[in-house]
């Protein structure tokens, strides 16, 4: 893979064992990933560290990319599906200090990304590692609260009560109200939580050329989807799983295969639809695609230093 | 290549053991992901007696104090070198193994003496590596599931006939059963639980 590394090789600070984790933590946590790939979609508890980052911010993907980054990988971290958030910025500033690694927010560049909310717009290719940070790992915990209990679900495959769920809100609905964490099965096996992101998504993890990793930190929480694995949306065949659509084009871009953001523009209820993926959008402007706002004030108020 | 250490009688280790482990665990991992790939670990590495190099790697890679370690018959004299490099406890009872190394042209080689997990914790199983003597003239078998774009054909040699059909019949449990790191020379394949495998059968 050519790599246009965007920023420049950052000198790693030596006070630090490299990805920061100890030896002995990266193998458990290395262990735990190696049967979470053998048993496609199945949490695999794990014992958590501490991380010098505030829960909340990701430390099971933190963990999880700490025990498989090397040198001469290239990280790219979103939030949100943008690349310069706090939380992506503070996670890619620590890697390239631990571990001395490239970091790009060139989705095709990465050889690891860790994300929180999104998969990127640009299919995933193989030998890429996809790792999410997850804060609630169990897609059962809101119909049970005992982790016993729902251990035993997945245990035997008893999956009626989240199907009983989904269906309460089409008879109230009309439709699945869940839009994010919609719950997958994987493998034909496990149900699975997708951990925040919207469903829109949920189509890109179905037989992805890319490893797909999770990591909850909290929970203690380990599972993962192999590359080119079944992963299929919970639904029922009257009422087929769907995806969110919008009535326009992204307004910088002109995407309409993308997962758009609704941004207020002004005090008088202007808005408009842009690409939550920056980088996917940024691409599809430099090869000259033009959404109805791009050069307009409230274009350029989201699109830095453009024209 | 290397020079033999003349402190210790065990071989080497690890040359640089933050960045061997990390290189190899990403093959380790990239093997695992995809079932049936062989993978290269291209590490110096002094391998004790009758096992080889590749197996040796996968186990600096992930034993530790933690794992309990069962040894096949004739593999026995890894027992120090675990004990030394990784303080690995060795154990005498296959199912309490978290990992195993093991032959597989042996006849004896029986899976499902190891720990297969239990319904809520399939993790809990034994991870097997296993010695072959190369990764081609053998019977051909074809996987297919997670990690395989299709089917994915495969023919490692130096196995027992009754291997694969143990394997098949080992991995119709899924998702309990044992995950299994093929090792020969200085490579390694993967095949986990997860992986369906169809052993043709034989004419006449
Ligand atoms: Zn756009």
Known sequence: MQKTVTSPLPPRDEAYNFAYLDEATKRMVRRALLKAVAVPGYQVPFGSREMPLARGWGTGGIQVTAAVIGPDDTLKVIDQGADDTTNAVSIRRFFARVAGVATTEATADATIIQTRHRIPEAPLEAGQILVYQVPQPEPLRKLESSEAETRKMHAWGDYGPMYVRLYE???RFGHVATTYSYPVLVNGRYVMSPSPIPKFDNPKMHMSAALQLFGAGREKRIYAIPPWTEVKSLDFEDHPFEVQKWDEPCALCDAADSYLDEVITDDLGGR?????????????????????????DAGRALTRNEE | MQSISSRSPLGKGFGDPVLASQRCFRLILAAMSEPGTVQLLGEAVEAPAHVSPAAT???????????????????????PYLRFHCGAPVVDVPSAAAFALVDGSSGELDLGAFNSGDDRYP??????????????????????????????TVSPSGLDGG???????SNARYPLGVDLILSAGERIMAIPRSTRISVPTEAG
């Open chain 2, 57 to 79: 790697l996968v186990l600096l890679t992930l034993v530790d104090h933690e794992t309990p370690v069962w040894l096949a018959p004739g593999l026995d004299a890894a027992a």
């Open chain 1, 169 to 171: 809100d089409i008879a």
């Open chain 2, 163 to 169: 291997f694969w059909p143990m394997v098949a019949a």
């Open chain 1, 272 to 296: 408009m639809f842009v690409c939550s993926d920056t980088h996917y959008c940024e691409g599809r402007r430099d090869a000259g695609h033009r959404g109805r706002l791009l050069g307009t």
């Open chain 2, 123 to 152: 993790d809990r199983s034994t991870t097997l590596v296993v010695a072959c003597a190369a990764f081609e003239g053998g019977q051909g078998v074809t996987l297919s599931g997670p990690g395989i774009q299709g089917t994915r």
